[in-house]
DNA sequence: TAGATTGTTAATCGATTAACAATC
DNA sequence: TAGATTGTTAATCGATTAACAATC
């Protein structure tokens, strides 16, 4: 039943651009069309129709596809179905904001703690969420089962930390530091790449201000 | 002299990364091999090669590129070499991170003022930068030349306050909104999608933990 | 029946990778 | 001279796009 030939990156990227219009849609239509999501969107309309072709979804010629099949599909295949419990550690400026991000919730993901070595910072709460010391992160966690890391810390310290959640049991690592871990290959690291971003949008701002 | 073909986006991406090697290596050596940064990186040789030819740059058989010549054109083509100047608005949590990350310098980027709607935070300063009214944005930002504008509030007014920074004369959008923006051709817009990244990673770990 | 929209197969495009001669 | 490394040309690979028949 279910397809062995996993869905490419790409694809996955843009799948949360479709829950967004997806869920907009949902109370006032039962179906939509490729095309009215990629106008919305300004992609093309067969680019569109072959991801979803891709995430197993299939539609009605002549009427669409099925809004609500579509949202439970896009759901099920990031895993937001369970909502997924996170750590995060680094309570600095970043770590901070994104324990105040209230828009993770609508991605399936829950920050349940915070970790830092600052004994100053250790044992007050942050936008509602606990800060512990970073030396009991292992306990807790592997107790909690908690397979997401999100890793704020200073570059210096990058890696080290990262060996600490892979011992604690993280099998995946949402990684804010600017650092490229050394990780095996059963853990899953997801670079979060501000320089990249910031590279290509200055790289193109110099080329048309010439 | 200079090359008419642009470098391409994924090359762009890599260059921060290049950059930061070629930084460390600096001082202990003159000359870099294609080898030594695609081990670093955990890249193949060919690529980065491939990168290092499309920025211009040539190096010498058996020896390598002169790493100086290289940060050099790296820095020219992201346009590092004169700081660029931004502006802010929105200071909610991911606003007030974005103005206290220190790592930014380093990336050429300076942002000199925030703006926001608050009648509680204006005026006050935040991580040293000013907060400023932003029924002012436009004067302050068209007398100050700033081409660069980063947009950290809430989804709701997204596409409005991209208006306004349009009409101030921002050519070029930071955008960490969700919201995919309605602009012109002549005006760049750069996502950091984290909604993207954690797609990325949600559907990786799905695919692994069944 | 006509029109809209899907599903499928093929073509295109661009990035990555391979192969190998040229050069220090 | 031998070894390391580059530059260049060609091959591969995967994503996007195009074309068109099938279906409601």
């Known amino acids: 039943m279910k397809e062995l030939t996993s869905v490419s990156v790409p694809t996955v990227r843009r799948l949360p651009l479709y829950m967004a219009i997806l869920k907009e849609i949902e109370p006032t239509s039962e179906h939509v069309s490729s095309t009215l999501i990629s106008d919305r969107l300004g992609l093309e309309q067969i680019q569109v129709r072959k991801d979803l072709a891709g995430i197993g979804v299939t539609g009605q010629p002549a009427v669409g596809f099925n809004v609500r099949e ?5 759901e099920q ?6 909502i997924r419990d996170a750590i995060l550690v680094g309570t600095g ?3 901070q904001a994104l324990l105040g991000y209230d828009g993770f919730a609508r991605y399936g993901l829950n920050i349940v703690a915070a970790f830092d070595s600052n004994p ?3 044992g007050m709460k942050i936008h509602g969420k606990p800060v512990f010391d970073i030396e009991v992160l292992s306990s807790l966690t592997e107790r909690m089962h908690i397979q997401i890391g999100i890793l704020a810390v200073p570059g210096k310290v990058a890696q080290q930390v990262a060996d600490t959640l892979i011992e604690a049991g993280i099998h995946a690592i949402w990684n804010f530091t600017p650092v490229k871990l ?3 290959d059963n853990t899953i690291v997801e670079q979060v790449d501000l320089a990249a971003s910031l590279a290509v949008l200055s790289s193109k701002l110099k080329a048309v201000s010439k």
């Open 70 to 74: 579509l949202i439970g599909a896009i």
């Open 93 to 95: 400026n970043l770590g």
């Open 77 to 82: 295949l990031l895993g937001w179905d369970n």
């Open 120 to 122: 100053e910072i250790i």
């Open 182 to 184: 050394n990780v095996s």
